[in-house]
């Protein structure tokens, strides 16, 4: 729930609601009598009995008490216990010691005890009017509990299994954060003794902030370093220029008793093109082997906070004295009930092209949402409640890098890493970062693979990771908009052979366990190049080829397009050559523009050519043993690779989609058998 946003400090109520608001001149006088330990103040508010007469829209308390009384998490709780017909909600106000505590939440049934839930009341500022009921002071996720309860969860990672990080590597520079002013520290300058105490000697403990820049002007307003300001932020970096996202991040460090703090627009040289590609190549290790990475989960942009908890509604306390404006008092949800799921799924951190890599190479991660706190480690994910819902974010197997077959860890890269990346629709604030955002990521894998990068995809593996399919129709543009895009793009990404050309989820079903086991390649990758734009090989690129030698079939008019049902809800787009099945293609635009109406039938029209890639045999059919049958499936290799389409240029093709040809009727390997081979370059 966010609070309104509109020139009244308060938030929306209906009139049902607005008996929230409290008047000090009905106060009777037994609530402020400091000898009742505590005095509820009822509220002429009840819900009898649906949940659903409840205005969520126009009213922000309506919105909380559904969250309430309908969670998500509600199994887990003491509501489970109440039959959901004839519950009854009524609400009070808490009074202890003449201290405005709480908002009550009463659900009642006639046949059960109540269950309560308890809405915190705080002053929404550091210094709060004053008022005749005393106000707690805005409530943090540094509270006492709240940073117990991370201390201990980050302890009892230390103990896990995982991969741990390393105690022998920091950053090139980190923010040095437990003395009374900020300074840059350059970690290889060999007059900083603590990074420098001998070869066994561990070094010290960093955290690392992952946060939301913000488009401009929240980035532009950023204070950054750059190679005229180092040696003033080597003095002092000016705590009161921070933007709130970092002076928060500070403070957590800080409570966490953590000397250093790493926090990218501060620890790299914005205007050195040369070490924002080194850093980004460096991101696995600076995330990986934090102590902590700090999500700053719940901030927009750089400008917004995440400590002060921002769960409330905004409600006036009216004065005697009619002449002095209301007093603010925040009514909170119940402390941290809200799940992972619940608090940080929807946040603008989560779709953010370059938190993802940052997310995913942390080895563990506080993440503050609006009402809550989370943690997660490769082997745990937990929220500061009792209600546990897992939304656990994929992070690298770093187990499986250190040890695992190198088949494994290309799958690893295909379904965790690119296909987890298209699954959220990052958003970009230039679209040339997406190859530079997973920069540490790919730097990570090539330590332990030694093989190629090609702008999102690996060479040995081509066989393999060429075949990747788009499926969020809604991103399909047409055919005509598909080509001029990838022959003049307003700005080149990466060739269109890698899945990072690509917006829309993208999947790479030759990895699926029917296949991976018998897939092998019917191609030769003759040559393999991207222009990178600047030193890192995993940076952005600006152009880049294939040469592939392979069996090639040119499509014609007699390939005839037929949709064919494959079970409830799943259709198959297929082409048959005469009156028989060929192949089911996946292709990267609409598909009107590809075929043509003639005499009732869909026929292929568009210059399109099938370039073979690999072959596999379906684990599934592989075990049955069967000959042909009354489907026609037959025995043998199931053949796969991708739909091309002639550039601009004579003699280059751009991909425009995909194709598997099934051994049935005429599909399977053994059609291509009698195919030309051919050298193509795509582009």
Known sequence: MVTIQSPSPFSKLCQKCKVLELDEKSLPE???DTSVP?????????LVPRIDVLDKKACDFCHLVSSIVSSPWEAQSDLARLPKHNRRVSLCYVIRQKRLEALRVKIHHDRMDDVYFHCPIASPTAHPQGSPLGLKSPLTHLDHNPLAWMQSKINSCVTHNHTRPQRNFVPDRLIRVDQDKLSLVLTKDSSNSQFHRGPSTELPYYAALTYCWGPPPHSDRQLKTYQTNLSDHMREIPEDKLPQAIKDAVLVTRALSIPYLWVDALCILQDVGSDWDHQCTQMDNIYGNAHVTISAAVSKNCEEGFITRKDMITVPFHLRDVSVPPISISIHFPSYHKTTSEDIA??????RGWTFQERMASTRMLMFGKSNVHFQCRDDCFSMSKYQLDYHFSVVNRDLLNEGDTGLIYEEWATEVAMEFSAYGLEFTRGTDILPSIAGLATLFSHRLHDDYLAGLWKTDLYRCLKWDLHRPGVLTGYKDLLDGLQHPT???????SWASKSGLVMFPVYWGV????ARSECAVLEAVVQLKGTSAFGEVT???LDISAKLYTGSRQLVYQEMDDGPGIARQTLHLGDEYLVDIETDCILGGLFEERDGKRELTA???FLLIGSTISEEKNQGGRGQDEDGAKPGRMAYGLLIHPAEKPGEFVRVGTFESQCSQLGGLE???GCETKTVRLI
């Open 491 to 497: 700005q080149y990404i990466a060739p269109s052979w």
């Open 346 to 351: 929807a946040a603008t951190w989560v779709n």
């Open 38 to 46: 505590e005095y509820e103040l009822a509220l002429d508010w009840e």
């Open 671 to 673: 059609f291509f058998d």
């Open 543 to 545: 152009g880049g080829y």
């Open 30 to 32: 037994s609530a402020l």
């Open 607 to 609: 210059p399109i050519s």
């Open 515 to 518: 296949y991976i086991k018998n």
